[in-house]
């Protein structure tokens, strides 16, 4: 009798801190586009302007990003979000954080997918 196949879901740290994910995606968006309006950066990010705030804002509180004012041609105050020392060690540890996660879970998926290709022939030999 083949071994059922194991589920593949598995709680992940983005499941138990649904943050992470949206602040590893905020600090990597930020730091090749510091200048991004909240607005754009939402749209990016896939989160509602008040979601997307709230990262923000939690990105500040923990002295992540800073922000720098300057005043665009058209004379309206603009900012910039500029990760701070702190922030790009943060967005590197998440970063390697991802990438163990996803690499995990590509292994696990690898030896799904043999055991599927093994009782699928399995079953059409008999």
């Known amino acids: 009798m083949n071994a059922p196949v194991r589920s593949m879901r598995q709680p992940t740290p983005s499941a138990v801190d649904p943050d992470a994910a949206a602040t590893l995606d905020a600090l990597r968006l930020l730091a090749e586009r510091p200048e991004m ?7 990016e990010l896939g989160l509602s302007l008040g979601k997307t705030h709230y990262v923000l804002h939690a990105l500040l509180d923990k002295g ?10 058209d004379n309206k105050l603009a900012y910039a979000y500029l990760l701070t020392p702190r922030g790009l ?20 998926l690898k030896a799904t997918i043999a055991q599927l290709r093994q009782e699928v022939a399995a079953n059409h030999n008999q």
């Open 37 to 43: 309006s909240q607005r754009q950066l939402s749209q």
């Open 64 to 73: 992540l990003v800073k922000i720098k004012n300057f005043k665009r041609s």
């Open 89 to 108: 060690s943060e967005k590197l540890r998440l970063t390697r954080s991802f990438l163990a996660r996803k690499e995990a879970e590509f292994e696990t």
